[in-house]
Every structure is written in C-alpha cells, then in structure tokens.
C-alpha cells in the first residue's frame, strides 16, 4: 500500500479531479458515455441538487503517489433508513483501476465514514439514490448502456466481491425490437384504447413544473412497493425531470387521466447517449453542435417509467398508455427500446416484458456489506 492514500474531496480542484477521473479508466473503444461536466458538478453540488436537503454524502478520491487511481462516495440517506434498514448507507460513483487493493481502501473509507454516522451494512452502487443511476453492470459488458444507465468495466465484479460484498439484488434490461412484438398485441391494445374511457395526453413541457407536480404522486405511489424505494420529494422529482428537458420529446411523455385526475404515467426519452458521447463530456459550441447533430439520428429509446396508480390497475389503462408509448416512438424512427430498470423478482413487469417480445439485454447488480 506503499504510496496510497485516501482522502476526501474538500477543494475545487479535488472535485474535478473526482469528475474527471472516468477518462483515466475508460478506452476511447469502451462504450462508456461520458456524462457532461457541468451536469456532474451540479448533481454533486448541496446547494444545487435538492436531494441534499435531506441526505449527505461524503466523496473520496484514492491517489498512489500523486496520481489518481480511484474515487467513491459514502451516501446516508435518512429517508431510505425510516422506510428501510435503520443501519443501512450506500456507496456509489465508484471507479477504479484494476487493483484490489486501492478498491479494498475505497470501500473501507467510505464503510468507515458510514459507521462514524451510525450505519454498520453498506449496499451499492447506487448514486446517489434509488431515483438515480443504480447497480454495477455484470454482464453485456460490449454494449453501451441507455441513457442515464449506468456502465463499468468487465473488472468491477471482481473488485466489488473481493472486498466482501455480495448480492443483494439484480435489476434487469429488457430490450425490444418492433419486429419481436407478437402480432396480436397491437390490435388487442388498440381495441382496448378504442374502448376506453381515458385520456391520454403528453406531458405539458411548457408547463412543466405544474404536470410534473402532479405526475410526482403516480410516481411515489406506483413505486412505493419496490424494494429499495424512497419516495422522491416534490422538489427533488421537479428538479430531475426538469433535468431531464433538453432530451424530453413531449410524444413519449405521456399522462393517462380519468376525469381530468392524472391516474397513470408513461416516461420514455430518446436514448440520447450517442448524442452525450459527441459531445465528449461538454458543450462547448463544437461540443453542443456534435450533440445536436446526433440528437437527429436517433434511433432508440428508453422507457424510465410505466405505471398507473392501484386503484386502476385492472383497467388496462397500462396498456393504452404502452401502445400510445409505441406509436409514438415508430413514428419518430425508433426503432428499439430498452425498459431499465426492472427488479428481477417483480414477477408482473418481466412477464409483460417477456410476452410482448422483449428480451433481456443487460443485469444489473446491488451488493452488500455489512455485520
């Protein structure tokens, strides 16, 4: 361990350095997306993020003789310890060279920073929430993931479970491509939807702030029983579908109400990580041309979120909601799209995925460490 040390962010530039430590890892072949900067030093910023009105994290870079070899987070969340595990904090942004024994003093600091506040089992990656990026890719490691989708290096596994972390639970991709669809499905949904007596409208993107309010509830209620789940705060959704803007496309952002009453939600985005890997990690004028460029020649999608409330989830409205999602994307030229994530135990959603043709494309791994 001879000229390595551990030591948290405190200065602007140790937090740039923690930014922009990725590039060391990651090969100009590698299908990493880098995310933009600017973007990065907001989401980490206490005073810019509202997640951080309510939790902390404390960020760590490892360097060996001056040069950076590793960095992490330790995150305590005080709304995820009343709903979950009193003891339980998490770890994330984690990267790091391919040696255990920088991985191993990474984790031990962020376990340490963790005990010093009370948590004593350690889970991860998640980043800095469950309403982010969450779990280390284990598989599919040729591919590059979906937008605001995590990806590391085939190497992390190893590291992770070397220092005595195991398997919490996987989130799983699934992947569809419109020729997969089994031909009933399509006119089976669209006699439902000719039936039905909702409305399904797109999300009003010049009066975001005031449908996303209102989509706000959907979302805590529809997710409420997923493990792991903590309900977004109004402000803190507010800010991440107001980040979300530039890349929103108001035909796969879709409301079904009832009566005017918002019952059910569908969030799908263009899969706009070419257009982020253009742009090199920043818009500056070349770098906001060669993202607008490939923002044109999109041909994939995400869907983040399909769900309706308890209540109305008899009615087939989740079904409406899909093929409106469908039609929507076919007619702006996308061509497939990835549903992530999906735990792998919530039996209901991987059977939809599996019966309208999707497959599964990527896993997705949360570990834990604990007494």
Known sequence: MTGLSVAPVTRRADMTAFIRFPYLIYRPEDPW????????????????????????????????????????AAVRNPRHNELHGPDEGFFG????????????????????????????????????????????????????PAVLMPYNP???????????????????????????????????????????????????????????TRVWAVYNEVWSDNWGFVPATEKEFRHLVRALKPILRPE?????????EIVGALIGIPDAGPAFRAARGRLTPLGLMRFTRAMRRLDAGRLVLLGVRARNRDDKVVF????????????????????????????????????????????????????
């Open 320 to 371: 409406e909601l899909g093929v409106h999602g469908m039609r929507a994307a076919r007619a702006l030229g996308i061509r497939r799209v990835e549903f992530s994530w999906i735990l792998e135990d919530n039996a209901a959603a991987n059977g939809v995925a599996r019966y309208i043709g999707a497959r599964r494309s990527k896993t997705y791994r949360i570990y834990r460490r604990g007494p």
């Open 154 to 212: 085939a190497y992390y596994p190893r590291l992770v479970e070397g220092c005595g972390f195991v398997k919490a639970k996987d989130l799983w991709a699934w992947e569809l491509d419109w020729d997969r669809m089994p031909g009933e499905f399509l006119p089976l949904a669209e006699r439902l939807d000719r039936d039905s007596r909702y409305t399904i409208r797109p999300l009003l993107l010049r009066d975001l702030d005031t449908d996303a």
């Open 252 to 260: 796969l952002t879709l409301v079904a109400e009832d009566g005017g």
């Open 33 to 72: 997306i880098p995310p933009l900067e600017r973007e990065r030093r907001a989401f980490l910023d206490p005073r810019r993020n509202p997640f951080f009105d309510y939790a902390e994290a404390g960020l760590f870079l490892a360097r060996r003789d001056g040069r950076a070899v590793g960095r992490i």
């Open 93 to 144: 942004l984690f990267e790091c060279v391919d040696d255990p024994v920088v991985a191993c003093a990474l984790f031990d600091t962020a376990a340490d920073w963790l005990h010093e506040r009370g948590l004593r089992t350690v889970l991860g990656p998640v980043s800095l929430s469950t309403n982010h990026e969450c779990g280390l890719l284990v598989d599919s490691f040729d591919r590059a």
